[in-house]
């Protein structure tokens, strides 16, 4: 049996920051990554992990999920003055780019690739990848959203190709507010379910209220997640996680608090044997973002949830949400047939 938790980051992927004024992208700062592993090591949370090396990932292990295209044009970024940055990065939505930008995604990519293989291998059970850019935003074809390359996604298709990892289950929760809510797509409300044969394997539930709590939280895990989760018995668990849905967040405007996550990965643990792979994505209140980063890793080395005290049935909005998203789930998932 593997043992252990993996804990991967390099202070290097702290080393390129936003530089003109742009008030959407000024939120991304370096910090997230560096107050994050800092407080990990105040809690005495690094030195009981395993600590992994950061390699760069390969253009061939971007290309799994990136066109040759896009890959080329973000190559170029390294030589480019700053105002060739500023107009590259308006190319696209709500991102910026810095000449040492290419490296951190590299390396970004290779640091969660090195995650999934030491998880898969059985060389440690678990793990998170502290990494920046982020990735869940970014597109074949287009960085968005403060992404670049899509850590997550590489790892899905390299997990797939190199240990013959079958089918792929995508849950997100996110907030929504109904479509008016940036980036506005429709393909993220609880309709949007996959096509042919991934009908079924992929499942948003938007939160259309801010504010939302723990109990909301726990509604969704406990009435969609975790009954699809365990009907779809995953070989491997992938995380993107988003702490800008924690307290304090100025994107998320949620009112869950940093202990929730300890339960919420808690939660996902027994899954694939407790094969889990945890990639830092969003979280832009460098508090609650720290405090959630040590909840989240404090369990995957296995010590006890704190106390939720306060927990009440979750509100109209979220109920509303989670009953769409069964209904829409309905006619792929046995622990819903009764619902049709």
């Given at each position: ?15 390129y ?35 992994l ?9 971007i ?10 044009a ?18 696209y939505s709500d ?38 850019p982020?990735g869940h935003?970014?597109q ?9 390359f ?8 390299h ?14 929760w ?52 975790l ?11 992938l ?20 202990e929730i ?9 027994p899954?694939?044997a ?27 080395i ?5 106390r ?25 998932w ?7």
């Open positions: 049996m593997a043992s252990g938790s993996a804990l991967i980051f390099d202070e290097e992927m702290s080393r920051k936003l530089l003109w004024k742009d008030p959407v992208c000024e939120i991304e700062v370096p910090e997230r990554v560096t107050v994050s592993y800092e407080a990990l090591k105040t809690h005495g949370v690094t030195q009981r992990c395993k600590q090396p950061v390699r760069q990932a390969t253009e061939q292990e290309l799994l999920a990136h066109s040759e295209e896009y890959l080329e973000v190559k170029q970024t390294p030589k480019m003055s700053v105002e060739e940055l500023m107009a590259f990065s308006k190319q991102v910026y780019f810095h000449q040492n930008i290419y490296h951190c995604a590299k390396l970004a990519v290779g640091a969660t690739l090195q995650l999934v293989d030491s998880v898969v291998k059985r060389e440690v059970r678990n793990g998170m990848a502290l990494v920046r982020p935003h970014s074949r074809s287009a960085a968005n959203g403060f992404c670049v899509n850590n997550v996604a590489i790892a899905a298709l997990a797939k190709k190199n240990y013959n990892l079958n089918s792929v289950l995508y849950f997100s996110h907030r929504y507010e109904n479509q008016t809510f940036w980036p506005n797509l429709p393909e993220s409300d609880y309709t949007s379910v996959g096509k042919g044969k991934g009908c079924g394997f992929n499942i948003n539930l938007p939160w259309n209220k801010v504010g939302l709590t723990n109990s909301d939280y726990l509604a969704a895990f406990f009435h969609v997640l009954p699809i989760a365990y009907e779809f018995d995953p070989e491997l668990v995380v993107s996680a988003g702490f800008d849905s924690a307290i304090g967040d100025p994107e998320g405007e949620m009112c869950a608090i940093p996550f300890a339960h919420l990965t808690q939660l996902l643990m899954l694939a407790g094969k889990m792979c945890v990639v830092l994505e969003g979280g832009y209140n460098l508090t609650s973002l720290a405090q959630s980063v040590c909840q989240t890793v404090q369990s995957l296995g010590d006890p949830a704190p939720l005290s306060g927990l009440t049935a979750a509100c109209e909005s979220a109920l509303e949400s989670i009953q769409n998203v069964r209904n829409a789930q309905s006619s792929y046995s622990c819903f047939k009764h619902l049709g």
